[in-house]
């Protein structure tokens, strides 16, 4: 298994433009969540999934929409990107039976 | 979500030193979770607890989860390269929730 995999790796975006950021698991998880990483602080959650087509704000969701139309997908979207999107970006997955959070290895995103 | 907080924030020690770090909340939980995130990577579970008094292990690695519910302390014995990375306690507030993140505690492993 891959587990939970991430892309791109780095990207930097200009004030204004929008991207996506991608997420898979190949581990039949029903739970789906993106966390942001700011420097030196912990992972804050954006957005979260529980299943196909059902997700759900975190904490600090506002400039960012999600979308899950498969188990395995999570994608992120940022649709006007402004330098405090600057981040790495996180997302995770689990069984609906365990806290056991499984992460991906990070989007570095800087936007100028 | 409740805040964590987490201490020391960075640990400067020798290796085969022991290290201790512990996590406290003003709020009560069910659930306490360390993970480890080594750099340029995502974060990893090392060590849950689900009872109050609980002492779990893992290696090298022992976490407990404070009677009063409002706290945790994580420690490492005889300390080695790997070691370094930032530690975080986390809880689950229970359903599909995700996890709050305390600021972690950078450990830096001085040769």
């Known amino acids: 298994n891959a587990g939970v995999t991430q892309t791109p790796k780095f990207r930097i975006l200009k004030i204004g433009q929008s991207m996506t950021l991608q997420c898979a698991q190949d581990?039949?998880?029903?739970?789906m969540y993106w966390y942001r990483q700011d420097p030196g602080m912990g992972l804050k959650l954006i957005y979260y999934?529980?299943?196909?087509?059902?997700?759900d704000k975190g904490e600090v969701p506002n400039g960012y929409n999600v979308s899950r139309s498969t188990t395995e997908d999570f994608p992120l979207r940022l649709e006007l990107a402004a330098p405090s999107q600057t981040s790495v970006y996180f997302c995770?997955?689990?069984?609906?039976?365990?806290?056991?959070?499984?992460f991906g290895p990070g989007t570095r995103l800087t936007v100028l | 979500g409740q805040q964590l907080n987490q201490s020391p924030q960075s640990m400067f020690i020798q290796e085969g030193e022991d290290v201790s770090m512990n996590c406290t909340s003003s709020?009560?939980?069910?659930?306490w979770l360390w993970y480890k995130q080594d750099p340029g990577e995502g974060p990893v579970l090392l060590i849950a607890?689900?009872?109050?008094?609980e002492l779990t292990s893992n290696g090298r690695l022992t976490a407990q989860f404070g009677i009063t519910r409002k706290d945790s302390f994580l420690n490492i014995s005889a300390s080695i390269p790997s070691d370094v990375g930032i530690y975080f306690c986390?809880?689950?507030?229970?359903?599909?929730?995700?996890?709050?993140f305390g600021k972690g505690t950078h450990l830096i492993i001085q040769p």
């Open positions: 986390s809880y689950s507030g229970g359903g599909a929730d995700g996890l709050t």
């Open positions: 995770a997955s689990r069984w609906a039976s365990t806290d056991t959070q499984y």
């Open positions: 581990m039949n998880h029903n739970y």
């Open positions: 607890l689900y009872k109050a008094g």
């Open positions: 709020s009560i939980f069910n659930t």
């Open positions: 999934s529980v299943g196909a087509g059902i997700t």
